[in-house]
């Protein structure tokens, strides 16, 4: 696996025809470690590749999401933080072999498992089947897709050894035909590198697609399931595609902590048993934007996850070393001949200044910076607006507003998606989101304006109702048991574009006047030398969103964990930084 290596002949890649992986015909095993482009500020992919390499990692494994390639049907990006060809370039540089997964449903506590919004805008779609609306988005996607990576292949000389199909199917297993359609769809765009697939223990029943190699995901080592993997798969590798390092938090919940006392025994005996393994996550990053996702298995609504992904992972969110770093790093050197490299130095960090706010800007005094509102006789879900060129709204805020003419108790009926600021004439009354579904309206005369400013929160990345991830309001709202009618519908999704306008505007008011709720808050962060990384914390503060430089840092929320959020150094600058 040293450079050196790379320019060998390349005769025959990855295969899996015997108990271990052969690569060029010698016994090869996979140590890998999961690390996502599109979670890591692209400054910092060399550095947090490098600290993979002085692990003792031979292997990079990292997902697509389709939902960032493809942020509007048939409009494609895979520019700066979203450009995989430079990545897969840099892994191949390094020496780190790949195994790419392509999706096009990822789960990774992504918004929607990494499928783009649009595709719900058909109330009748059915992700991950072979629904004709669904098949033909994922072969328009894999159109563009595969053709960037098929060059990037080991038998065309660059790093992708593997390639994995779809993503732990057995768990969803809604169509017998889908999974062979996705196989297919790679395989006919010039995929030629080994194929997998992988599941959990009880997903290996079901998730399985001929021509590819079933592998196991878990956290604790059961004998039997290396057992079950074994019966299926007789003469045949056996790999741990997800070994979890750690785990993903949720607002509201406690914070994950796998310790690496607990880890590294578990990492020793599947080494020992003559198993290849991934680490997802090797280094989680950070879910920037709007894009974490939302669990719901087995709970009563759906909880979302944080906006830091650091997953008590071996590498830090920030890119730290960690306990379980070192210790997998004594473990991973006694299967090399060579010594590891050393270890790359640490990102310096700087603790600056509090920022002072100095000027608002009331949600009721922007709504003209968002695209033309609707009017609609009935609420309308975010992915059916009429905005973005017809593709509907993704992300962030949906105003909705209609008119009143008595007091009383409101009532969602359980259709706000996921959880809404709720306002009598810009005055604020109360929340209603899943756990509370009324609200008594204050008596008043006359008309008055009721608005609701609802807030997609995440939708579900796992599990089988994904269908059902529509956001805003998703059906009739009652004032005193009659449905309301007559809705102007506002979307404000905060893409770069309107949170630009909003900088220039000349509405905003000093911190003199006091400020209504919601607002946006304006403010300076001043560097004077090179930028470091940092945290940002709010003290006092309990729910938004943060954009540094126009850059969205992601949502805080006051219920935690999380309480600071990751701020790049390399999204700042000398001077003056917009809060």
């Known amino acids: 696996n040293r450079p050196e290596g790379r320019r060998m002949s390349r005769v025959e890649g990855l295969r899996a025809n015997s108990s271990q992986f052969t690569l060029e015909r010698k016994p090869f095993c996979v140590l890998g470690g999961s690390i996502h482009y599109f979670r890591v500020p692209r400054a910092y992919w060399e550095d947090r590749l490098l600290k993979m390499k002085a692990c003792g990692l031979n292997t990079l494994t990292t997902y697509v999401p389709w939902n960032l390639h493809e942020p509007e049907r048939g409009v494609f990006n895979f520019e700066d933080q979203l450009d995989l060809e430079a990545y897969l370039r840099l892994a191949a540089s390094l020496g780190l072999w790949v195994i790419l997964r392509p999706g096009p449903y990822i789960c990774a506590e992504w918004d929607l498992g990494g499928l783009p919004s649009w595709l719900l805008r058909d109330h009748n779609m059915k992700l991950r089947t072979t629904y004709p609306g669904f098949t033909d988005a994922v072969n328009s996607f894999f159109n563009q897709l595969i053709k960037k990576v098929a060059p990037h292949q080991y038998s065309k000389g660059g790093p992708i050894i593997a390639v994995q199909v779809e993503n732990e199917y057995g768990s969803y297993a809604k169509d017998k035909e889908y999974m062979p359609f996705i196989k297919e769809a790679l395989l006919s765009r010039g995929i030629t590198e080994l194929l997998l697939t992988s599941d959990n223990k009880e997903g290996l029943k079901l998730g399985g697609v001929k021509g590819a190699l079933e592998t196991i995901n878990f956290q604790k080592l059961n004998p039997n399931d290396i057992k079950y993997l074994d019966e299926i798969q007789p003469q045949k590798p056996k790999m741990v595609m997800e070994y979890w390092s750690g785990w993903f938090d949720l607002w509201g919940d406690l914070h994950h902590v796998y310790t690496a006392e607990d880890m590294i025994p578990v ?313």
């Open 267 to 579: 990492v020793t005996e599947i080494l020992k048993l003559d198993m290849s393994i991934n680490l997802y996550m090797f280094h989680g990053g950070t879910n920037f934007g709007f894009m974490s996702g939302a669990f719901a298995v087995g709970k009563p609504a759906p909880k979302s996850m944080v906006t830091s992904y650091d997953y008590d992972a071996p590498l830090s969110e920030a890119g730290d070393y960690t306990t379980k770093y070192h210790l997998l790093r004594n473990l991973f050197s006694l299967y090399h001949t060579q010594p590891l490299p050393e270890l790359p130095s640490l990102q310096e960090r700087r603790a600056y200044q509090p920022v002072v706010i100095q000027q608002h800007l009331s949600l009721w005094d922007c709504l003209h910076f968002t695209d033309k509102p609707l009017k609609s006789e009935r609420p309308v879900n975010m992915e059916n607006l009429p905005v973005n060129n017809n593709n509907g709204q993704s992300y962030g805020y949906t105003l909705y507003e209609t008119t009143i003419t008595s007091e009383g108790s409101l009532n969602s009926r359980n259709n706000i998606r996921d959880r809404a600021l709720v306002f009598v004439d810009k005055h604020f009354v109360g929340v209603l989101d899943y756990k509370t579904q009324e609200l008594a309206l204050p008596e008043g005369k006359g008309k008055r304006t009721l608005s609701l400013l609802v807030e997609n929160c995440g939708r579900v990345n796992y599990g089988k109702t994904l269908d059902e991830q529509r956001k805003g309001l998703v059906g009739d709202i009652e004032l005193n048991k009659r449905i309301l009618r007559d809705f102007i519908i506002h979307s404000l999704d905060m893409k770069p574009g309107f949170v630009n306008r909003l900088e220039s505007s000349g509405h905003w008011m000093s911190m003199r006047q006091r400020p209504s709720f919601p607002s946006f808050f304006q403010a300076r962060l001043y560097v004077n030398s090179f930028p470091k990384d940092t945290f940002i914390k709010f003290p006092g503060w309990s729910k938004g969103v943060v954009f540094i430089n126009g850059k969205n840092l992601g949502r805080y929320w006051s219920i935690g964990p999380q309480q600071t959020l990751y701020v790049p150094g390399p999204w700042l600058h000398r001077g003056d930084n917009q809060v």
